[in-house]
């Protein structure tokens, strides 16, 4: 079964710092994989998503993940945060069938202004 | 488009007292989910819909019901509310099964005394 897991619970980090969110995944065939982001008292919104071709992606706002098959890994950087950036951040893997998406716990990123 | 809708945004319930949560999408997608959302533990899924008259459980199911009857709508019963339903609930929908994400609600953030 799919599984994600994120090991960064709170980052706080200065403006300008550079990011790099963890992710790894548990092997489960095709690997589709996804960002997601929410802004204080907002839903989710996706941030940027990999389903095949170039491993490195670019999503919104800056933010770009490369997915790295052999370290079961799909990390999320940005290579200068500002504090808008301030939010909670998921990665998730599609799972089963019906579109399903399992999420990681979530990592919640302060900016010092 | 409106997108995905909630209501209501916020409730306080009593332990035992039954609501249902209401969730619409003008897109006419064919699936929805609920999730939950508690503190370090990311989203789970409740339940889910594959179309219209059809629901599905998810991850977390007891405690809950879910009603499709019209393919905008989607709702989520308590029957008997408990304190550890505390939480906030989102609701996601998707035109089908394949390679595009979800979208999300704006939640809906219960509290169960």
């Known amino acids: 079964a799919q599984s994600v897991s994120q090991h960064n619970h709170h980052v706080i980090l200065s403006e300008a710092a550079s990011l790099e969110l963890g992710c790894n995944y548990s092997?489960?065939?095709?690997?589709?994989l996804f960002w997601y982001v929410q802004y204080p008292g907002q839903h989710l919104q996706l941030l940027l998503k990999?389903?095949?071709?170039?491993?490195l992606v670019k999503g919104i706002k800056g933010f770009e993940a490369e997915f790295i098959k052999s370290k079961f890994s799909f990390n999320l950087r940005k290579p200068s945060v500002q504090w808008s950036d301030t939010a909670e951040y998921f990665c998730?893997?599609?799972?089963?069938?019906?579109?399903?998406?399992?999420f990681g716990s979530g990592t919640r990123l302060s900016i010092r202004p | 488009n409106a997108g995905v809708t909630q209501t209501p945004k916020f409730r306080v319930l009593k332990t035992g007292q039954s609501m249902t949560l209401l969730c619409a999408q003008d897109?006419?997608?064919?699936?929805m989910y609920w999730y939950r959302q508690d503190p370090g533990m990311g989203l789970r899924l409740i339940h889910y819909?594959?179309?219209?008259?059809?629901?599905a459980k998810g991850e977390v199911p007891d405690g809950y019901n879910v009603s499709r009857l019209k393919k905008q709508n989607f709702l989520l019963g308590l029957e008997s509310a408990a304190p550890s339903q505390t939480s906030v609930y989102f609701c996601?929908?998707?035109?089908?099964?394949?390679?595009?994400?979800?979208?999300f609600g704006p939640g809906t953030r219960l509290l169960v005394l």
């Open positions: 998730a893997v599609p799972y089963s069938s019906a579109s399903k998406i399992i």
């Open positions: 092997y489960g065939g095709t690997v589709n």
């Open positions: 990999y389903f095949s071709g170039d491993p």
């Open positions: 897109m006419n997608h064919e699936y």
């Open positions: 819909s594959v179309g219209e008259g059809t629901t």
């Open positions: 996601a929908s998707i035109m089908t099964s394949g390679s595009e994400t979800q979208y």
